[in-house]
C-alpha cells in the first residue's frame, strides 16, 4: 500500500485490522517518483500486490477501503480453493 498520510491514517479500526490479517505494509514515505505516479492517477493512495502489480488506485479513503475489502475477498476465495 502506497499514499498519503492523510489518506492511510484514516481508514476505520476495521480496514486497519484488515490490513494486519493481510500482512498489508503501509508506505506513506513515497518520494516524488510515486507522488507523481498517484497525482497522473487521480489517486491518493495504491494497492500494489508483492509482484509489483497495481491491485487498485483509490482517491480517497471510502475508495481504498472499498479496495482493501475487496482484496481481502480475493485472497480468501483463493485460499478456500488452494
Do not use: C, H
Not at 509482484?51 to 475489502?69: H, I, M, P, Q, S
Not at 480468501?76 to 480453493?81: A, F, L, M, P
Request: proline fraction near 2%; charge should be negative; charged fraction near 25%.
Amino acid at each position: 500500500m502506497v499514499g498519503r498520510r492523510d489518506v492511510t491514517a484514516a481508514v476505520s479500526a476495521e480496514i486497519a485490522k484488515l490490513w494486519r490479517r493481510l500482512g498489508v505494509v503501509v508506505v506513506t514515505d513515497t518520494g516524488p517518483y510515486v507522488d507523481d505516479w498517484l497525482a497522473a492517477n487521480s489517486a491518493t493512495a495504491a494497492v500494489i500486490r508483492p509482484d509489483r502489480y497495481t491491485f487498485a488506485v483509490a482517491g480517497n479513503t471510502t475508495e481504498l477501503e472499498t479496495a482493501t475489502k475487496d482484496l481481502a475477498r480475493i485472497m480468501s476465495t483463493q485460499e478456500v480453493s488452494t
